[in-house]
């Protein structure tokens, strides 16, 4: 893949990316297609390397923890919460961020 193409791909990827109540996400993890990615991780960046198939950098986040099958308490603790959540799909994966409230100074 070119140069080019990657930047094409990357800006698809956060065109598609869009905040969202996890309630209207429920259908993806009882199906278990919903993946948790890490507030330290470029959503937009994840999705890239998922859908480029690098094995070896994905099999480093799902080692460190930085992505992960989201736990059916996070789940619960989510919709009781009624969390909004980043979120963008990689066929056949919903990848979840929570939001990063940044404060400005």
Do not use: C, Y
């Not at 059916?72 to 961020?97: N, R, T």
């Amino acid at each position: 893949m070119s140069s080019e193409q990657e930047t094409i791909l990357r800006a698809k990827f956060n065109m598609e990316t869009s905040r969202i109540h996890w309630k209207e996400l429920q259908r993806f993890f009882a199906s278990g297609v919903a993946v948790v990615v890490s507030p330290k991780l470029d959503l937009v960046e994840v999705a890239f390397q998922m859908h480029s198939d690098n094995k070896a950098q994905i099999e480093a986040w799902l080692v460190s923890g930085e992505l992960a099958k989201i736990s059916d308490e996070q789940a619960a603790a989510w919709l009781s919460a009624d969390m909004e959540v980043w979120a963008v799909v990689v066929s056949p994966w919903v990848l979840i961020q929570e939001i990063k409230e940044t404060t400005l100074h």
